[in-house]
């Protein structure tokens, strides 16, 4: 979600001298981003809450010596992710074995919707839902997406959040994960992949729907 | 050439431009000529950018857990502008044992906090050379040039203990802050440090210039322009007020040397009226300390 706030160049110094009013920017510009971060690192709300707690906490100790190599956010989002990655560590150290595993399957689209010489048998069905009753499936699909991405496993959740629900670049995202580019690529594109799959499926239900009640009526 | 189902797998790499040139020349060449790939790759992207219109989490940090952070935030920046180390304020709670956590702030904190308020909280006086710009100025070099030495002035202040505090309230940090103070265009220097000093005192009477000193002189953070943070750290008069059991917190503000000599005017107005009537609100106390 995209958030207005003054840029770098101008917030930071304000920080470095005690500004009060651009803590609170900061604060209540991102809290909320770090919190849905958070989230994808700890088991429950609790936890996230108590781990952006941390991470401001982290930021006002740290502010007087962050020399801005990087973005404040990417640091903030830094100390975020540590903070998280020690209390998810702690926390799944519970968990079964069998959760520890990640069962993900490597190709974007089902492979049964190709052909054997790899053309397309079941080409993408066309999201006709975007332009009609646009308002209502808006916000339908957006909880679709809302849900896949909670289904997705940790790591791809992540990536995808940052990327694409924070719009951090992509070098960022590496340097707050601790994860090459390669890497980051791959997660991403799994994430995306599956979330594309999901409204998909959404939009040809709708669709399914529509046509039938368009029978009925006739 | 590259199949649908290749099409589909390279996808992000083809969006993040990491594909090698020639492999990105064909990626192109097939999207050219496949009307599947492209809605595929085009839906890959509208979901990207689906993804940015998710709402943030609703509450991103609940009032309280927000208002420690802030207290964290007020006394560090104090504490760190006053040249001290973090840990020596925002520490553990009185006399408790040291914190394995090297986060000491992250325990349940709040602030609490009192302003000086009534007619007699608050008491200064208007340098010569000043008049009719009020009362509760510092100065240090006076227009006046029947002074060229300097008008000192100092600031006598009460506050009372915020309710929340008790005997046994584990004090974390204490900052007097002064937040609507002006310079009327009439920059100070070199006057010296700005001391926030604990003396005790009924009625404000002249006698006061001389009062004997409870705790030491707190150093404060003075900024240069109007708006810039002052602020006191007055942990150990506050400590000691609440161990003497004493329901406010007095004050003597003043600077080390009331002139510098340099010529020019030094001014500090904290009180904007025209008359020596004193206006509640302009001195602060926030206390941080441990949750209940």
């Known amino acids: ?218 | 050439m590259l199949s649908c189902k290749d099409m589909t797998d390279l996808a992000t790499e083809y969006t993040e431009g990491a594909l090698p040139r020639w492999r990105s020349l064909s990626y192109r060449m097939h999207l050219a000529m496949c009307g599947h790939c492209r809605r595929y790759v085009a839906q890959l992207r509208r979901t990207a950018e689906a993804l940015r219109q998710l709402a943030p989490h609703p509450s991103g940090l609940d009032p309280d857990t927000r208002e420690s952070v802030m207290a964290a935030f007020r006394s560090s920046s104090a504490v760190l502008l006053l040249g001290l180390g973090v840990a020596s304020l925002s520490g553990c709670p009185l006399g408790g044992a040291s914190n394995d956590d090297d986060d000491e702030m992250g325990g349940d904190v709040e602030t609490v906090s009192s302003e000086n308020v009534g007619d007699e909280s608050l008491e200064g006086h208007t340098p010569r050379g000043f008049q009719g710009q009020g009362t509760g100025l510092f100065t240090g070099d006076n227009i006046n040039p029947n002074f060229p030495d300097g008008d000192g002035v100092q600031i006598f202040t009460t506050l009372e203990m915020p309710a929340e505090i008790d005997a046994d309230t584990a004090v974390h940090s204490a900052i007097l802050r002064l937040p609507d103070y002006s310079t009327n265009g009439s920059p100070f220097a070199d006057l010296g440090d700005l001391n926030a000093q604990e003396i005790v005192f009924d009625a404000f009477s002249s006698a006061l210039w001389d009062a004997e000193v409870v705790a030491d002189g707190a150093d404060c953070v003075l900024g240069s322009e109007d708006g810039d943070l002052l602020a006191c750290d007055v942990t150990t008069a506050v400590r000691n007020s609440i161990e003497v059991g004493r329901d406010s917190v007095q004050f003597r503000i003043r600077f080390d040397d009331a002139g510098d000599s340099d010529g020019s005017a030094d001014l500090l107005v904290l009180n904007p009226s025209d008359s020596n009537e004193v206006i509640p609100g302009l001195v602060e106390l926030d206390v941080v300390i441990s949750a209940e």
């Open chain 1, 1 to 218: 979600m995209a958030t207005l706030l003054s840029p770098d160049h101008e917030i930071l110094p304000r920080l470095k001298a005690g500004d009060e009013g651009a803590f609170v920017e900061l604060l209540d510009a991102w809290s909320p981003s770090l919190r849905r971060l958070a989230r994808n690192f700890v088991k429950t709300e609790a936890l996230a809450e108590e781990v952006v707690q941390e991470t401001w906490m982290g930021v006002i100790k740290g502010i007087s010596r962050f020399e801005g190599r990087s973005s404040l956010k990417t640091w903030v989002f830094t100390i975020l992710a540590n903070r998280a990655r020690t209390r998810g560590t702690r926390e799944s150290r519970s968990l079964p074995l069998s959760a520890l595993g990640d069962p993900e399957r490597s190709g974007a689209v089902d492979p049964d919707r190709f052909l054997a010489n790899g053309a397309w048998g079941e080409p993408p069905f066309v999201w006709r839902a975007q332009s009609a009753e646009s308002v209502v499936r808006a916000r339908e699909s957006l909880s679709v997406l809302e849900k896949a991405l909670a289904a997705l496993p940790d790591r791809q959740r992540r990536v995808v959040v940052l990327r694409d629900v924070e719009g951090v670049d992509a070098v960022d995202v590496c340097n707050v994960l601790e994860i090459s580019e390669s890497n980051q690529r791959v997660l991403l594109h799994r994430g995306r992949s599956k979330l594309r799959a999901a409204l998909e499926k959404h939009y040809q239900g709708a669709d399914d729907e529509s046509e039938r009640s368009r029978a009925v009526a006739h």
